[in-house]
């Protein structure tokens, strides 16, 4: 029997007593790692995630575009000079498990919480102000245009004898062909060296995927226009949502892959795992936290939140956890109020400033419009974390607004002439009046409601709260012993 097979067959089949939350999706819910994980008893293995194993240093004379473009920061933070940044894959499966597609928040102890467009933009200093980042129908003559406009490039000595890839390569262009070239001293030949950095800058930092070998070929377009554009008119794009909605398809699709193989985190890896040191103390990595050295801060140029987690090294004590899956779900099922970091810490960081990046499309953080990634729609949920903003969190119990067949539109099993542009154009148009959209909430937080005082409070007093604070909920219907999802495969054969 397949796995996903076994997987439908024990998911249908519900410990006695047991009925889905009000505010779940029965169908999602049996096919959430957190139901075969706490409800099963299953044992789940943690993801692997398709993320940059070299770095690239920075050219001087790409700075120009990619400061004009607002790509700047980002690659401040994966150049090549740089510490490469560990990843913890089994901190970030335990997360995954606690994200629910429903509400696209995480579930905790404390409440909800999510990576908002706040998070991204201190972060990554990624733009949030510009035109959303929609499908592009990329045409059947994209790999003969590729390969005509590289013909004439130099080549990095250590790269071996000049191939072209081969027609079958229909998805894109492979990693092994973009990272074979070298800037040289034409102009010409600095742009395409900066179009094939763009490309690996996206398709391994901002946008990773199952894919590892190749970068879908519907970014193509947005690498030309950072490396030919004007440069005093290069096309605007908001670069920030798309990583963010990127980073939620990822976490929807991941939390309902329950196979006992590791199964691909996509999105950014990069975003999740800055953000989770930042705002708990599990897994966290010991660092310095000196204030940073002096930056030349200019219109774009200069450090990030991210900065702090991307610059100095890790260490870890003898006694902390690390890259143990296991311990860190048993971390999270008793995270206190007092162990997160519910809104950033700024200028202790940075006292010369931060990137204008950073702050500058604050205006944006509230809005509820959707983010649009490629084909992906994803809802922006910031009206049920507030508290991460400061702000009093009101008892939001209805669910997205989206269509559900919009959420989850998907490339697989489609023709290559599928035509998506015309599809998504309605919200790709609606990013444009994001602003008209933000959430209007003047009060602050508020403990007293939010229920961190003796006399409890309305929000985690709240039965839409109540089903997921404790696991003794599901301890009830936890199988004993527990076994491994392996095991319980052979016994279904």
Not at 101 to 128: C, I, K
Request: hydrophobic fraction near 40%; include cysteine.
């Amino acid at each position: 029997m397949r796995t996903n097979d076994f997987n439908h067959s024990v998911a249908m089949a519900a410990p006695q007593g047991y009925v889905t939350p009000e505010v779940l999706d029965a169908a999602t819910d049996r096919k959430h790692r957190s139901y075969f994980n706490a409800v099963l008893g299953c044992s789940l293995g943690q993801f692997r995630a398709r993320v940059p194993m070299v770095t690239m240093v920075l050219d001087p004379r790409w700075l120009p575009r990619l400061r004009a473009s607002g790509l700047l920061p980002l690659a401040r933070l994966v150049e090549g000079e740089r510490p490469r940044f560990s990843y913890d894959f089994s901190l970030l499966a335990a997360l995954v498990d606690r994200w629910r597609p429903e509400t696209h928040t995480l579930h905790l102890t404390v409440g909800e919480m999510a990576p908002t467009l706040q998070d991204v933009s201190y972060l990554h200093g990624l733009p949030l102000r510009g035109d959303a980042m929609g499908p592009t129908d990329v045409g059947q003559g994209w790999r003969d245009d590729l390969l005509d406009r590289f013909g004439r490039v130099q080549r990095s000595s250590t790269a071996q004898a000049y191939r072209e890839f081969a027609p079958t390569h229909t998805d894109g262009p492979p990693k092994w062909w973009i990272l074979q070239f070298k800037v040289s001293a034409t102009e010409y030949e600095v742009a395409r060296h900066l179009e094939a950095y763009v490309l690996w800058l996206m398709g391994w930092v901002m946008f990773c995927s199952s894919a590892d070998s190749f970068v879908p070929k519907h970014l193509l377009p947005f690498a030309r226009y950072v490396a030919d554009g004007p440069l005093e008119a290069i096309p605007q794009f908001s670069w920030g949502s798309a990583v963010l909605a990127a980073t939620y398809r990822g976490l929807c699709t991941s939390c309902l892959k329950s196979s006992e193989a590791e199964p691909i985190f996509g999105g950014c890896p990069l975003l999740l795992q800055l953000w989770v040191h930042e705002r708990f103390q599990i897994g966290r990595p010991a660092i310095v936290h000196s204030p940073y050295e002096a930056y030349i801060v200019d219109n774009v140029d200069g450090p990030t939140m991210g900065s702090l987690w991307c610059d100095r090294r890790f260490a870890y004590a003898h006694v902390q956890t690390r890259k143990s899956y296991p311990d860190f779900v048993g971390q999270f099922d008793v995270l206190r109020d007092d162990e997160i970091r519910w809104e950033p810490t700024l200028w202790s960081r940075a006292p010369e400033g931060l990137s204008p990046l950073c702050v500058r499309d604050a205006e944006y953080w509230r809005t509820r419009s959707p983010l649009v990634f490629d084909i992906y729609v994803e809802e922006h949920a910031v009206h049920r974390v507030l508290r991460q903003l400061g702000m009093f969190q009101e008892i939001v119990v209805p669910r997205s607004l989206l269509p559900p067949h919009v959420h989850w539109f998907t490339r697989q099993g489609q023709s290559v002439g599928q035509l998506w542009a015309p599809r998504l154009a309605e919200f790709v148009a609606k990013w444009t009046t994001a602003l008209d959209h933000v959430v209007l909430e003047g009060r602050p937080h508020d403990d007293a409601v939010w229920g961190l005082t003796s006399s409890g409070g309305t929000y985690l007093g709240h039965e839409f709260m109540s089903y997921r604070r404790h696991r003794s909920y599901h301890d009830a219907h936890r199988p004993s012993p527990t076994v491994t999802l392996h095991s319980e495969i052979r016994g279904h054969l």
